[in-house]
């Protein structure tokens, strides 16, 4: 069974605001004439990406460092340039690799770490939780082929009780 699964942070986008009140105006004072001024609405959006910048990264940082080895790439970021010129990430995302192992006890490990890798942020978002369950699923897939090489495919055997004592 193959899961294709991208871990991605997708909470709700960054507030954007008109484009007239995120412009930069420039004014020329006598001592500083590259100094621009950016409106309260302009500078409240732009601590409002810092914030969200930052969380985003954490996020994905946490992903990153719980899925070890079955991380296929890097972060990726989806980006909000703010009214300073300045890029900001908004949400991200890291591929994990969700195939299952050669063996059932492989799947069983790989379907771990990557259940792993998913609720590692503080905050998991929906994606990250649909992830954590197909490999949950997956999990238990392997659990359950593991269980049938044990029992083998005959009938149930009844259980006996040793009335002897």
């Known amino acids: ?5 991208t871990s991605s942070y997708a909470t709700a986008p960054a507030p954007r605001i008109a484009p007239e009140t ?10 500083t004439s590259s100094t621009t001024q950016l409106s ?3 500078l409240a959006l732009i601590d409002q990406l810092k914030s969200r910048d930052l969380e985003v990264r954490q996020h994905e940082q946490a992903h990153m460092a719980a899925a070890g080895g079955l991380a296929t790439s890097g972060a990726s970021y989806t ?3 703010g009214p300073n010129g300045i890029d ?6 890291v591929n994990i690799d969700t195939s299952p192992g050669a063996t059932p006890e ?6 771990r770490a990557v259940q792993s890798a ?10 990250d939780r649909a992830v954590a369950a197909q490999a949950q699923q997956m999990e238990m897939q392997a659990r359950a ?3 049938q090489r044990a029992y083998g495919d005959g009938p149930a055997v009844r259980p006996r009780v040793d009335t002897f004592a």
């Open 1 to 5: 069974m193959q899961i294709s699964a």
């Open 88 to 93: 900001y990430a908004i949400g991200g995302e």
């Open 40 to 42: 309260n609405q302009a």
């Open 145 to 147: 082929e593991l269980a």
């Open 118 to 127: 998913a609720l590692a942020p503080a905050e998991p978002s929906g994606a």
């Open 106 to 111: 492989e799947t069983i490990a790989r379907a």
């Open 22 to 31: 995120t412009t930069a105006a420039a004014t020329a004072t006598p001592s």
């Open 79 to 81: 980006y909000q340039r």
